[in-house]
């Protein structure tokens, strides 16, 4: 399949728009220098204009388009408590005109902080599990869904995290976004970094690279899950993806390098070599990651550099969560 027709494919699909495209390819050179890379570019879709931006507001253009087409009132979806994907979602729902209920694991904090807040002051309906465990949310956000039903609302249901077919579906357009991006600026990266969450991420940056022809090669570093259970997860993502766009399943088992190693006590939990990246970040180039996603990812990039792993010009990419800074995490 050609570029053309892959993007024709996905061109057939519904949107809503919302972020401000394309989100920057900034150069980071002292950065670069100070990991010892030859060169660095930082993919800024923290910057992407909507709802405090994040990758995540990407899928959810497909996604609300398809919800406002099933007839939806009301968006049901969960994760942790600073979810970039919640917080974009709720901003999604309002900016429709939909109602959002939030559904977390864990128990309620006493005090609403970073996305959380954000949350609530876009009006997004918040419900925790009791269950420190996320899975509980996955079985939550269907029981949300189900009691809405019941009581002559109109839900539309979507998976933890977003991940989802249409939400893969995104990032394969993101792909193309960088391609573009590069043949203009006439550079030429080897590899392409990203933190991994609940999958749909990586799996559409996979399948666009591979759609696209592009010649970098993709590796994630997991701040959710251990790395075995995100390859699966990605695998599974990918192919839900190809079969609703009509596009080939391109993606085995073999394409998915994630790196272990870097997520800490668990999910949502600052490391001290993530809280570190985020200070190198800063003072390199006045970039800000977060505790929970890019700052264990990059934390992984200077490991994996340092260890000869990674090596050549480097494409990060900025997921987003900045608002998680604002949750009382010492820096």
Request: hydrophobic content about 45%.
């Amino acid at each position: 399949m050609t570029a053309g027709s892959a993007l024709d494919h996905i061109a057939r699909l519904g949107r809503r728009r919302l972020a401000i495209l394309p989100s920057p390819l900034s150069p980071a050179p002292e950065l670069a220098a100070a990991l010892g890379l030859p060169a660095l570019w930082i993919k800024r879709d923290e910057l992407v204009g909507f709802g405090f931006g994040g990758n995540k507001v990407r899928g959810l253009e497909l996604i609300v388009a398809d919800a406002l087409a099933a007839g939806a009132d009301v968006l049901v979806s969960g994760a942790g408590p600073q979810s970039n994907h919640v917080r974009a979602t709720a901003a999604a729902a309002a900016h429709v005109g939909l109602d959002f209920v939030a559904v977390y694991s864990g128990a309620e904090p006493p005090r609403a902080t970073g996305n959380l807040a954000l949350t609530r002051l876009l009006g997004g309906l918040p419900q925790f599990t009791g269950d420190a465990d996320r899975a509980s949310v996955d079985r939550a956000i269907l029981a949300a869904a189900e009691r809405l039903r019941s009581e002559g609302r109109r839900p539309y249901a979507i998976p933890r995290g977003g991940a989802c077919a249409l939400g893969v579906i995104a990032h394969v357009q993101a792909v193309y976004e960088l391609s573009t991006q590069c043949r203009e600026a006439d550079i030429a990266p080897e590899v392409v970094v990203l933190a991994v969450g609940s999958g749909g991420t990586l799996a559409g940056w996979l399948l666009g690279t591979r759609l696209a022809g592009a010649h970098w090669r993709v590796e994630g570093v997991t701040v959710s899950r251990p790395a075995e259970e995100a390859r699966r997860r990605v695998c599974e993502l990918a192919g839900e993806a190809s079969a609703r766009a009509g596009l080939p399943a391109v993606i085995a088992a073999s394409d998915v390098v994630i790196h272990d190693g870097y997520l800490g006590e668990g999910y949502g939990i600052p490391t001290a070599a993530g809280n570190d990246a985020i200070r190198t970040v800063a003072r390199s180039s006045g970039i800000f990651l977060d505790p929970t996603y890019t700052g264990k990812a990059f934390a992984g990039l200077i490991d994996l550099v340092r260890a000869g792993r990674i090596t050549g010009r480097v494409v990060f990419l900025h997921t987003g969560g900045e608002p998680a800074l604002f949750s009382g995490v010492a820096l």
